[in-house]
């Protein structure tokens, strides 16, 4: 079989991205090498409601469990900064659901969808050094051949381009010589009993319970909520002994925070390990080949959301991808377009996302007090209300920067504000 585009990885970015090569007139496979779509789940499911419409999907309850409008941040002395949205900013899906809802449009856009198909390896075959290179000298596109394992058995499927959507352990980059994501953060959460103050409302505590990044509590309901933390390994993890793995951090969360213990039931209902990429990767297209979602390492750096990143990504993937095949010319040169229109959306905010990455992780609990502290004030928590937006923090930051209403906070972290911009 030739196809025009095949994407690897059947997870919301892998979907989207063929989905709108479909649309745009390619022929079109979709290889998932598990036996089901959202199946393990590696997420909280916390999806922004502009990440759920870039999805180009209407908030439904096939899977939407739950609608928050703020966070309560938590600072390690025990303070607590109150953040109302006012109005719904974020769902609490089931990934399963959610994932499924997008293969379904993908399918119905007329792609192939192929379960238990894993690729394993690919080979090029450019237009130099094809056998009939002279014939094929004006058509640019590199014939791909991806070699998979359908249901154990191996076999080759030949394609003009692949775009790679297989997640944070990608292959497809590797097989492509494009590398892996510089920097993973392993993230670690379970779903479990937990009596919310108020499940319109997420829990984020910085600091100490989790180096590097933070811990949450993501309420599914009133009663049970997803309990997790995402560590910076060269801050928590030098050692690699075992009371510095991730498992050790949640479970010092969950029983040593006091507002935790005291809400948390004890057990869990579900289980998630997961790796979390931050830093998008130099490059994310080569002969014949794209990067899309977390193997082109675009999340954001601020809080580990991949999904509005990638879906944004992939649509312009699935359209470059379909319309070098079509064209026939898939040379890196002529996919570098995929390249330059995400980087142009989305590369300052994810840039500026890194920067407030690595100073917040580099905070100490004291340092976590003073800035949560200089936050708690109301013509700071209006400015929030109006400008947070957990897709562009950059936006609250600027505004932060020049509102100058808190001379504490512009005294112990203006300097840093002014190096984002
Ligand atoms: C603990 C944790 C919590 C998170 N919470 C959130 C959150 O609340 N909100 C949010 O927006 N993001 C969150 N994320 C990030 C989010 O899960 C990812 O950004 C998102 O899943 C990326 O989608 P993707 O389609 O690029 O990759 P994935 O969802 O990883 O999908 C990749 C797919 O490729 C398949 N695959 C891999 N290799 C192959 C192969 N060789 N052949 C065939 N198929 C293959 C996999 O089976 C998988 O189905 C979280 C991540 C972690 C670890």
Partial sequence: MKYDVVVVGAGPVGSTAARHAALNGAKVLLLEEHASIGSPVGCTGLLSTRAVAECELKPSDDFVFNSVRGAFVHAPDGQCLPIDGKQTK?????????????????????????????????????????????????????????????????????????????????????????????????????????????????????????????AWTVPVDEKISRIGLALEPGLAWKDRQEESSPLSYLKKFLHSNPHVKAKYSGGMLDFVIGGIPIGPQEKAVSDGVLLVGDAAGQTKPTSGGGIYPGAFAAKIAGKVAAKAALEGDTSAKQLSEYDQLWRKSLGKELEIGLKIHDYIGKLDDRQFNDLIGSLNTPSILNTITEYGDMDHPSILMKKLMFSRNSLRLMKAFGTFLRTLF
């Fill in 90 to 214: 974020a769902y609490v899906v089931s990934r399963k659901n959610f994932d499924r809802a997008l293969a379904v449009m993908a399918v119905e856009e007329g792609v192939e969808l192929s379960l238990r198909t894993r690729a394993v390896g690919l080979e090029k075959t450019n237009p130099e050094t094809s056998k009939e290179g002279k014939k094929r000298e004006e058509q640019k596109s590199s014939q791909i051949k991806l070699r998979v394992l359908r249901n154990g058995k191996p076999e080759t499927i030949c394609t003009s381009a692949i775009i790679g959507a297989d997640g944070v352990k990608s292959q497809i980059a590797s097989y492509a010589g494009l590398g892996k994501p510089a920097r993973v953060l392993p993230g670690i959460q379970i779903e479990a009993p937990y009596a919310s103050d108020n499940s319109d409302f997420v829990e984020l505590f910085p600091g100490s319970f989790a180096p590097g990044f933070f």
